[in-house]
């Protein structure tokens, strides 16, 4: 008894006929009723009857059905199994990131997803949140890092940092040793903003607004180290996530935790809602949630503290 014999037994009897089975499987109907004839044979007894132009199971045949539909569904988990395993030695993955996730937070996940699987080429695109939003609802990208909120209708999400923006200021500006300041506070000094297409644009307008003033926008950028940049040079002010403050060089910029409003800098990955995930996808993904959200990745606000040298909560009076 093979595999090849249960198969066709059971499509004989899907399609309540030999005719009908030779044509799902694409063999002759002389060949079907040998093979069938073959495993009756082989069993001593009879499993199919003909009764009325109809196929009737005999009770030895409802038996061998219900076996063989088990031994065919797991040989199709298998085959799937390894077609898996197969597909995750070649292929490509394709991520779009802000640069500041890109920066803080893929590379020790970007190596080893490498280690792990190193015949997946890694396509990495750098973008504002919208854009990448865009990406990924178009099947450009498989999976992208955004900053919340985002639609969730659209897409499924994987939470995995929760920060938010402090006031990066040079060192001569009169509130840069201050423990704490508010927005309106800030609204006399120009803002270096991230470009419309980062969701941190939109974020900080909306909240000058509800503070009662429209910052003035002197500059703006696509990349995090350009604005810090700027601010060392006494352009204007920057907002940015703790996460990237803590990496500052305090003889440059100081930064100043904002309490009013606090401004929210969430991050997520982000994939198409209902479809269909690439092997490559799901490995990315079930290793962003070991290595992400494992016990302590995901830390509240304060829960880590500045290294020496780093733009951290300020000692000023």
């Known amino acids: 008894m093979d595999v090849h014999a249960l198969r066709v037994f059971a499509e004989v009897v899907r399609q309540q006929g030999f005719t009908s089975a030779s044509r799902a499987l694409r063999l002759t109907q002389p060949a079907i009723s040998k093979v069938v004839m073959g495993l009756e044979e082989e069993l001593g007894t009879r499993l199919l009857v003909r009764e009325r132009r109809r196929l009737r199971l005999t009770d030895a045949g409802q038996v061998v059905l219900a076996r063989a539909q088990g031994i065919l569904d797991a040989m199709q988990v298998m085959?799937?199994?390894?077609?898996?395993?197969?597909?995750?030695?070649?292929?490509?993955?394709?991520?779009?990131?802000?640069?500041?996730?890109?920066?803080?937070?893929?590379?020790?996940?970007?190596?080893?997803?490498?280690?792990?699987?190193?015949?997946?080429?890694?396509?990495?695109?750098?973008?504002?949140?919208?854009?990448?939003?865009?990406?990924?609802?178009?099947?450009?990208?498989?999976?992208?890092?955004?900053?919340?909120?985002?639609?969730?209708?659209?897409?499924?999400?994987?939470?995995?940092?929760?920060?938010?923006?402090?006031?990066?200021?040079?060192?001569?500006?009169?509130?840069?040793?201050?423990?704490?300041?508010?927005?309106?506070?800030?609204?006399?000094?120009?803002?270096?903003?991230?470009?419309?297409?980062?969701?941190?644009?939109?974020?900080?307008?909306?909240?000058?607004?509800?503070?009662?003033?429209?910052?003035?926008?002197?500059?703006?950028?696509?990349?995090?180290?350009?604005?810090?940049?700027m601010v060392a040079a006494n352009i204007g002010l920057a907002l940015l996530p703790v996460t990237v403050c803590r990496l500052l060089d305090r003889r440059q910029v100081r930064s100043v935790r904002l309490t009013d409003p606090v401004i929210p800098w969430d991050v997520a990955l982000v994939w198409r809602r209902g479809g269909q995930k690439s092997p490559a996808t799901r490995a990315w993904l079930e290793l962003a949630r070991r290595r992400l959200t494992s016990a302590g990745a995901v830390k509240p606000i304060g829960s880590a503290r500045p290294g020496r040298g780093a733009s951290g909560e300020t000692n000023g009076r």
Do not use: K
Request: contains cysteine; glycine residues 6%; proline residues 8%.
């Open 79 to 229: 085959e799937e199994e390894v077609q898996e395993l197969t597909a995750l030695r070649r292929g490509r993955l394709r991520i779009g990131t802000p640069p500041i996730v890109g920066v803080a937070f893929l590379p020790p996940l970007l190596a080893a997803f490498h280690a792990a699987y190193p015949g997946i080429a890694l396509e990495l695109r750098e973008e504002g949140s919208h854009q990448i939003e865009e990406l990924v609802r178009a099947h450009e990208l498989d999976v992208g890092a955004v900053v919340l909120p985002t639609d969730e209708e659209a897409f499924e999400t994987l939470p995995f940092v929760r920060d938010q923006l402090r006031a990066v200021l040079h060192p001569a500006h009169p509130l840069a040793r201050r423990r704490s300041v508010t927005l309106r506070e800030l609204a006399g000094t120009p803002f270096v903003l991230y470009r419309p297409e980062f969701a941190l644009h939109g974020h900080i307008i909306e909240a000058c607004r509800r503070s009662g003033f429209q910052p003035n926008v002197v500059s703006e950028s696509s990349h995090w180290d350009f604005i810090v940049a």
